[in-house]
Each structure stands twice: as C-alpha cells, then as structure tokens.
C-alpha cells in the first residue's frame, strides 16, 4: 500500500487533550525529568479545573518546576503531572495498528492488517474511540468499550447494590454505563420484609448518580450514567422532574423509554394506566427483570397504580426539556422493531450519550471516520474511493476490538461474542459540507446526506459478511429472522446485492454503524464533532482542561482569504438553524443507521414550550429513535458558549445576553422571572434606547384575575394604555411574606418593561419569557397547568390580549375575573372550591421549596423539614 506518513503537530486545546485523554501514560510521574513535555494543574478546582502543557525545566526532589506553552512558570509536586509515555499522534497510531493487528490468527495477517490499520489512523482518517485510543496497548486494565448497559436491578437490596458494584468496576476501568431503572418498585409501595415501604425507583438512581461523582474513570475522566425508565411506571413523573430539585441525580443523564402506544394515547388523548407487577406474586423475585411485557406474557399479574392522561406525562417531559434539556426521549419499542437482534436480545437502555441502544450486558465499541478528510477537491466532490476503503479497513478495526479488549465481566464477554456488536460512526460532516458548498439543514443537504450515508452503510454491511465468510458470522446469526428487523428490511430494498451477501457470506457483526458526538476527539483533531454543524465559528469551550477560546479553521481561513467579506451562507452553524433543520437532518442519517445517534437540536432562548411539543412529535413521526434538544442559556453549566464567562455581565446590551435561568438555580419562580424578564429588556434595547419611558397617568383601566396558583391564589390586575397592557399588580400571599414581596417585584419589573418604549411586540415577548417557567411545583392539568406566578402572569396576559382581540371596543372587564375552571394536583385529586385559597405557604431558605407554613406557631418546611425554631 502506497502510504505517506505526515508528521501531525498539535497545538493548543487539541494537544492537551491528546496529552490528558489519549496519549500512553507513564504511571510513575517520579520518573518526570527535565525536558519532559507534561500535563501541569495551574488552577485546582474540583469542578472547574485548569490544566496546561509544558516542559519541565527543573526538578528538586518531589518539587518541580514547568513552563507552560503561555510562557508561565509553575512550581508543582510530580504527583500532580501527567507524564506521558507518548509524544505524538503518530506513536499512538503505531501502538493502535499493531494492538489491533494482533488480533488476526497469523503473522502474515497480521503485518497485512498492521500496514492497513496504520493507513487508516494516519492523517486522522479513522478517529478510534476514547477507550480504544486510551487502552488499546497501553493497558491491560482498561476496557476498550466506551460504554456499557447493565441488568436492570433485581427489586431487593441485595440486587441493588449488586447493580452498583458492577456500575462502579465498569466506570473505575473507563466505561461508561447505562443503567433502566424500571425494575425497580415505585415509590411508597410495600416491601413486606421489613415491614415498610420502598423509598422508590429515583431515589435509588439518585444513589447510582452520586456514586458517579465519586469515581474518576481510568485516572483522566469523570465517570458517565444513562439513567432511563418507562412509560408505564408509577415513579414516572417524579423520574421527569427530579433534576429541577437542587442536588437531586446530578451526575446522571435522564431518558423516558416512550411506546408506540403511549405516543398513541398522546395524539388521541387517551387515559394512561401507570402499572407495576404483582410484587407478592410467589415468582416476583426470581423472574421480574423490567420486560413488563414479557412478565405478562408469562401469565403473571400487574397492578394498575394510577390512571392520567397520557398528555399529562408528555407535556410534563416536555416542559421539562425546555427548562433543562432533559429528560430526553428514547422511542423504545420502534428502537426495538428497527434492531437487528430483535430476535434474540431486546434493547432495555442506551449509553450516556443516547447513541447506542444496548441489551443487558451489551456494550459500545465505537469509532469515527473523519469525513472532512474525504474531499476531493480536483472533482469538488466525495473523495468515494478512498472512503469506500476506509470503511471496510474500519469495521475489521472494531471488529478485532471485540477479540483484544480485557473482559471484567463474564456476562459482558459472553453477550458480546454472541452478538459482535460495533457502532463505526463519523466527524467532520460539517466541515466536509462546508467544502462541498452544502448548506446544512437545506433541501439539498438532506439528499446528500441520504446519499452519503447509505453508501456508508452499504459499504459497512458488505464488510461485514466479507469479514463473516473469513472468519465466521456472530454467534446469534440467522438469517431469516436478522433480515426481518426494520433496518434490515429498509438496507435489502435499497441495497439487494447487501441481502444476498448475507445470505451467502453470514453477517460478522449485529449491528455496524453508530452516530456518537464524539466531543473530545473532533476538537482534539480540530474538526466538526459527530454528525453536528460547527457551534459557532468562534467559541468558547469549558472542560476539566480548562476555558479555551476555538476558531475554527475552514471559518477563519476562508476570511483570510478573502478579506472584507462575510462567510457564504454554506457556513452554518448550529443556532443558524432551526430545530426543524436539525431534526430532518437527523431522521436523514438515522435512516443509514442501525443502532442510533447522539444528536442535539439546538434552539434559541425563546424557544418555546409549545414549539418543543411539536419537534419531539415531529422527531417521532419522521422515524427518529429519540430526542434531544438543548435550549440556549437553559442550564447553568454549558459546555460550548459565544462569550467568554467574565464577558456576561458587560455585554448586557447585547441581543446574545438573553438566557433562560439555570436549571433549579433558583428556587423561587418569582425571582427566575424576574431575571428572564431582565434579559428580555435588555435583548430589546437596543431599539428602545431611545424612546421615552411613557409616565403612567392618573386614571388606567383594565381587569383583574384570579388564578390559583402552587402558592396560592394569585389576584392579577392588568391595566392598559392606548389600549395595550401597560401594568401588571400582583397580590398572592399575607402580606409581609417573601412570595407576596417577590410576586410585587415581578409586577414592577413586568410594568417597567411594558412602559418602556414603543417595541410592537412587548407583551407577547414577555408572555413568551414568563410562560411555562417553573418552581418547586405545579397545579392543574392541561391548559390549566399552573406552574408558577410568572406563568400564571403569563396566562393572565395572554387572556387580556385575546379579550381585546375579540372585542375592538370591550367593556371594562369584572374584577376577579376567574381564568381556570377547574384545577388539581398531581395526585389527580381534583378541587372544586375555587374561592377557597390555599393555606398561606412560603418559601423555605433551606430547600427553597415553597412549603413553609406555620405549624404550632413556627415557620415548619414540610419538604425538607427545616424549621425557624430549631
């Protein structure tokens, strides 16, 4: 094979996390000596970290002392440098072709696949996976599987903190783990052996989720947890709204497993049984694994828990992800309709990332081509040749993964050798559009990336049987029922000559291709991350290296090339698009993919609620397996930002300062609007600057409505001027308390921003700011649903308008005009004393939740039990 070996330097964020990830470790760093190129901590913060490169140049004893690349000389004990044993890229590649080389049953096989193997790493062209990158070589320790799926856990003690054990020798080896809570029984059930009740299925996943924040995975990285549960579980909603409790399952990402059925019951509005099996049924604990449907199936009885509208869980799972990006939604009985081992190993959960749908005891074993390495630029097109090659070269890659990796389970062993499975994914899809002159998220896009990724795909599969008739196919093979799951069916109409090889050949591998997002390793090799546009040309990234300022490339060398001139509009990035673009991007791909995909949409500020209903229905419709979409500003913590962090507080002015208030950062609702609202005047200054404040006058007519709300009932008052609302009164609460003073500050926020200005669409921006914003709790359902004062203000408004729509020349309106008709809690318990306030409730300064009320003359919170008097 003609193969040119190029010298690779990198420089910058993408040297340090080759250094700090990927690169061979000396795990004795007394071994450190002058001239040593290291990783030096220069800011040690738990959350927060920096670390930077540079050469050690002196040493006394344990001290030493380093120049960073910046110039900077830092005094450090050894024991806080990461020394590495590997330099360069090109040592890792050699170590990687040469691991996996080994895998092949002779020498003259072995130096044939070592030369091509090491083809394929050169020039980033197959980007191996952080395990395999990590491990393969290096370790015998290590696993070389990203990630995991585990059992879920038997309902006892004893099997859950089996399940722990596993979670935390798999996590402490580098994998990462996903774990579906629904075996475990609901909260405030019995458990007759102790005479009590179970605590329930989130608070043990609150367990596995601390329990992560503890382990450092292969000595470079925190550990990763998947945590999912059903559709019919009675612990659902608590499961939803966990995360918007401060301190509650931090360390965790969230999925909902949806149904066919249950999406069918949302679009119809249908009643939603909430179930669990028989717990005193004599088989309970030796045949109950979370398969409801195979427990019914086997004959044994379920006992329904609580009935609701189907509509309430979706909307509560949406709401959700609009305030924090999570949870996210698996379709998980289409997942397993779609999946090649249909047959013979259902998917019960996904990896951390979403992308690889697992059994019990499966693991993902990825890798990604570097498509932006596939331009041929005499031909201004797909380089489809080489790509071809570097396909079939990467499946044999991964599949000798399977034979070299250190197997610390028998079960992982066993299942993985049943069934082979590899994910081989990509990057740099955005960067290779870029080349191409291909907008992403257009019309045109959309066919090319059906184009490119079913050539993949096809490329992939024939690898596969190729590699079957050498080597043998998976243990499970058979063809009949392999070439009836949905993929397979989708693959052989688009492809027959696939079909035939797999009937003739056998297949090597379950499963093939795999999307992952593939973070550190595109920045590390300075391309487009996963199947996502670029974030932004330029950007900040904060991660346990540090707070890094990127350009990218392509971006930067286009402008230098052409000085004066803004970039064509084929230089997209993820928030020039709209989340629609990046769903039909996804449901494009996902048709080439047999397992799945980790893909965002990302969507503005103001996104809103409603609009992230309609792009989970849209996602379920177009064929995708889940969804995830992230809002811009909606979690106090963000990896990729415009703006540097000490920037925030002075760009106030600027249209990029409008941001959703972090996830459960602040308890009080009140105060989370006013902070929304804040953003809001200051995202539309800049076409008020110079417009006059309009000064109330003495006479303002308006309404008033009343609106029961999770902090009682809420007296809102609207007044308008020139016929448009102009001022806001808020009376919820006695006077004296927290919520009433919050709810009056709202009200003045509210009425300074309504005044200010001549903006035509002030009212309907403040609706879309205080809407659906949430606290401690809620009430009602449907419409109905009152999340919180701001959104109750929100209702009111919304209200208002549409009576002065219907009637250019109203009336004044009643006071105490009443908006819901009917109201209940979650319990389902419905009100029907409307006039009757609650109990005067207030907000607790420990927890934060409003449930301080007085109980024998002192201020008791009945959440966390905080007390004014204790």
């Not at 190029?6 to 004795?28: H, N, T, V």
């Not at 990630?147 to 006892?156: E, F, G, N």
């Not at 990724?453 to 024939?462: H, K, N, S, T, V």
Request: hydrophobic share 35%.
């Amino acid at each position: 094979m003609n193969q040119v070996q190029s010298k690779q330097k990198l420089e910058g964020l993408s040297e340090k996390i080759f250094l700090d990830r990927y690169a061979w470790k000396d795990p004795d760093p007394n071994h450190a000596k002058v001239g040593d190129v290291v990783l030096v901590l220069t800011k040690d913060d738990p959350k927060f970290p920096t670390k930077e490169v540079g050469e050690i140049v002196s040493r006394e004893g344990k001290r030493a002392t380093v120049k960073t690349r910046r110039g900077e000389l830092v005094e450090t004990d050894v024991e806080k440098l990461t020394l590495n044993i590997e330099k360069t890229p090109e040592e890792m590649w050699d170590r990687l072709a040469g691991a996996m080389a080994s895998a092949e049953p002779t020498p003259e096989l072995q130096a044939e696949w070592k030369e091509k193997f090491r083809y394929i790493l050169e020039d980033w062209k197959l980007v191996p996976g952080g395990r395999i990158a990590a491990g393969a070589g290096a370790s015998d320790e290590l696993t070389l599987f990203n990630c995991y799926v585990i059992p879920s856990p038997k309902d006892s003690r004893g099997g859950i903190m089996a399940t722990l054990s596993e979670m935390t020798e798999i996590m402490a080896r580098g994998g990462g783990v996903g774990i579906n809570l629904s075996s475990l029984r609901p909260r405030r059930s019995v458990v007759k052996g102790v005479n009590g009740s179970s605590s329930g299925a989130v608070s043990w996943g609150g367990l596995f989720s601390y329990t992560t924040g503890l382990i450092e995975q292969g000595g470079s990285r925190r550990g990763a947890l998947m945590l999912m549960i059903n559709d019919w579980h009675p612990d659902v909603l608590d499961f939803i709204t966990v995360k918007q409790t401060m301190g509650q399952v931090t360390n965790a990402n969230l999925s909902v497993c949806v149904s066919n059925d249950f999406m069918k019951a949302v679009k119809e509005d249908l009643d939603w049984e909430l179930v669990f099996p028989d717990t005193t049924d004599p088989d309970y604990d030796e045949l109950w694994d979370g398969d409801l449907e195979k427990w019914k199936q086997g004959g044994h009885a379920v006992i329904p828990y609580r009935t609701v509208k189907a509509s309430e869980i979706w909307h509560t799972i949406i709401e959700s992800a609009w305030k924090s990006a999570e949870p996210g939604v698996v379709f998980m009985e289409y997942y397993n309709q779609m999946s090649n081992s249909w047959y013979f190993n259902p998917i019960i959960c996904t990896n951390p990332c979403g992308e690889q749908g697992l059994p019990a005891w499966g693991v993902c074993n990825l890798s990604a081509m570097n498509l932006s390495k596939f331009y041929d630029e005499e031909k201004h097109d797909v380089a489809w040749d080489e790509l071809a090659t570097v396909t079939r070269y990467s499946v044999r890659f991964l599949d000798n993964v399977i034979d070299t990796t250190p197997y610390h389970f028998e079960e992982n062993e066993k299942n993985q050798k049943k069934e082979r499975r590899i994910g081989l994914g990509s990057m740099g899809l955005a960067e290779l559009m870029i080349k191409l002159n291909i907008r992403y998220g257009s019309p045109e896009s959309l066919e090319f990336l059906d184009k490119l990724y079913g050539f993949i795909a096809r490329e992939a599969y024939l690898a596969s049987a190729d590699i079957a008739e050498e080597k043998g196919s998976f243990l499970a093979f058979d063809a009949d029922p392999y070439l009836q799951s949905g993929f397979m069916k989708n693959m052989t109409e688009a492809f027959p000559e696939v079909g035939t090889a797999i009937r003739e050949k056998g297949m090597r591998n379950v499963t093939v291709i795999t999307q992952a997002p593939t973070g550190s390793t595109g920045t590390m090799v300075g391309t487009s991350t996963g199947i996502e546009p670029y974030f932004a040309f330029k950007y900040f990234r904060q991660s346990r290296l540090g707070f890094d300022e990127q350009f990218v490339p392509i971006a930067q060398d286009w402008l230098d090339a052409h000085p004066g001139e803004e970039l064509p509009d084929y230089f997209v990035t993820a928030m020039d698009l709209t989340a629609e673009d990046h769903i039909r991007a996804q449901a494009a791909i996902q048709r080439w993919v047999d397992s799945s995909i980790s893909k965002t949409a990302n969507c503005p500020a103001d996104f809103t609620v409603e609009e992230t209903k309609r792009l989970y229905e849209l996602a379920f419709d177009l064929g995708c397996k889940g969804v995830t979409i992230y809002r811009d500003g909606s979690r106090d913590v963000q990896v990729l930002q415009t703006e540097k962090k000490e920037d925030k507080s002075e760009a106030k002015a600027a249209p990029a300062a409008e941001t959703a208030a972090p996830e459960a950062a602040v308890p009080a609702a009140a105060e989370e609007a006013g902070a929304q609202v804040a953003a809001a005047v200051a995202s539309s200054q800049s076409s008020v600057v110079d417009k006059q404040y309009k000064r109330r006058p003495q006479v303002l007519r308006g309404a008033t409505y009343k609106i029961n709300t999770p902090f009682g009932m809420a007296y809102i008052t609207i007044n308008d001027l020139d016929g448009i609302p102009s001022e806001i009164f808020l009376n919820v609460g006695k006077a004296g308390s927290d919520v009433f003073a919050m709810a009056e500050a709202l009200g003045r926020v509210c009425s300074l921003f309504l005044r200010y200005g001549d903006h035509g669409h002030k009212v309907e921006l403040l609706i879309k700011h205080l809407k659906g914003i949430g606290g401690s709790g809620a009430i009602g359902f449907g419409v109905n649903r009152v999340e919180s004062i701001a959104d109750a203000v929100a209702k009111a408004l919304e209200a208002h308008v549409q009576s002065g729509i219907e009637d250019d020349h109203p009336e004044p309106a009643p006071v105490a005009a009443t908006l819901a008709p009917e109201t209940a809690d979650h319990g389902g318990t419905h009100s029907h004393s409307h006039d009757a306030p609650k109990a005067s409730v207030d907000l607790c300064p420990s927890c934060g939740a409003a449930a301080l009320i007085n109980i024998e003359g002192c201020k008791t919170c009945g959440n966390c039990g905080y007390s004014k008097c204790s």
